[in-house]
DNA sequence: GTAATGCGGTAACCCCTGTTACAACTGCAT
DNA sequence: ATGCAGTTGTAACAGGGGTTACCGCATTAC
């Protein structure tokens, strides 16, 4: 059982004004997401703002042809910039959203987030800045498809969800991981297979040890 | 010589209120870019922000070893999304702009735009629009890259560019194109004649036609 | 136990694309 | 006219990586 709002507001409590904590904790509702649950999909309207409270969404593009491609992850704290957009103009999503571990989040009607932008100077900071990573890390994302090799790629990968999961042990087929770097199950196998033969990890069934000097 | 700002400030009228558009006439400086002038490169802060009257800007990034890659173009009522993020947050632009055409653009001081969020609901969602735009076409350019072949993304580059022109006489350089695509020249040549001899277009010396059924 | 399913290893194959090299051609400068 | 710089055509080669196929192994279901 989930307690009120007031207890996970103060995770915003770096980046938002007092008045506007308060707000927040009057017109957010508290959710809980469970890992794996796709939250958003490509095409569908935008009907809340989540805010990240606990956990991480990992967001990607989808083409037609269903072949996917990791974008980036929303983390505590952070929310997502593709949502403040299409909500304050009621376009559809171009993105999928996941929840990438179970999630706690705080989603808040759209109305209200417009109306802050101009009431709450640490609101409209805040979401500007959120802007402005999501475009970082895309265009990030944008130099390692168009200049990296797939092995540069897949170090970086593996580096990242180290990083947001906390642990050097990943739980991760091969199948998985192509998917998030939209190419096949083979080629990530064969690349492994090099990593461990150079000593940068151990290969375990759906199971990923990075070792010291990776 | 240029006039008066107030000749130009009706390129936007039909986004913004009148007061706003009283404002804009009584803060922006008009400027004149020749075309080939690089307006914004990497790790510049920035300064003011354009809202392009005439001409077209192109953005891209570059790396670090010099390869470069078309992101997308700003047109005539448009602005960029990079600049409205760069310069409420005063970071450095992490990609490059140069004038595609001669350009006339409205340069607003920064202070003004931040200003202008909260007291004009019109430039608001001017702002949110463009910066929405502009991650729709970033997205696309993310799968061009990581989902097409190089045959395919010369096509929709040439398209594009006949757009922006407004012409089917493309005066390019097989290098020039390869530079926006982030490629080898010899690939698009080999690429373009293909093309020629599937009679879509034409090949010159610096210049491309574009036929009927392309 | 056995069967079925999913995961991972490996080989073989081929296409795309990046690279180098060189020749032919254009246009401009002198 | 001659030379030079920039542009284009083409061949040859190499490597990355996408694809298919098949096998062994682990896990789960029955």
């Not at 990943?170 to 297979?193: C, E, F, M, P």
């Amino acid at each position: 059982m989930l307690s009120q709002p007031s207890n996970y507001t103060n995770k915003f409590s770096e980046f938002f004004e007092p008045a506007l904590l308060a707000d927040l904790e009057a017109s957010a509702m508290l959710m809980e997401i469970k890992s794996g649950t796709t939250m958003l999909n490509v095409g569908q309207s935008i009907k809340a703002l989540p805010l990240l409270v606990s956990g991480a969404i990992k967001v990607s593009r989808m083409n037609e042809e269903g072949q996917e491609l990791l974008l980036y992850y929303v983390k505590e704290g952070e929310s997502c910039a593709m949502t403040f957009n299409c909500s304050m103009l009621s376009q559809s999503s171009v993105i999928k959203g996941t929840a990438e571990e179970d999630s706690i989040l705080l989603c808040l009607p759209v109305k209200v987030m417009d109306e802050w932008m101009v009431k709450y100077p640490s609101w409209k900071r805040y979401v500007m800045a959120t802007i402005l990573n999501r475009f970082t890390e895309i265009i990030k994302c944008i130099d390692e498809v168009a200049f990296k090799n797939m092995d540069q790629r897949l170090v970086s990968y593996l580096k990242e969800k180290s990083k947001i999961t906390g642990s050097t042990v990943l739980n991760l087929t091969h199948q998985q991981i192509g998917d998030d770097l939209g190419t096949n199950r083979v080629v990530i196998s064969r690349l492994l297979k090099k990593l461990e033969n150079d000593k940068k990890l151990l290969i375990y069934n759906k199971q990923i040890k990075l070792l010291k000097d990776f």
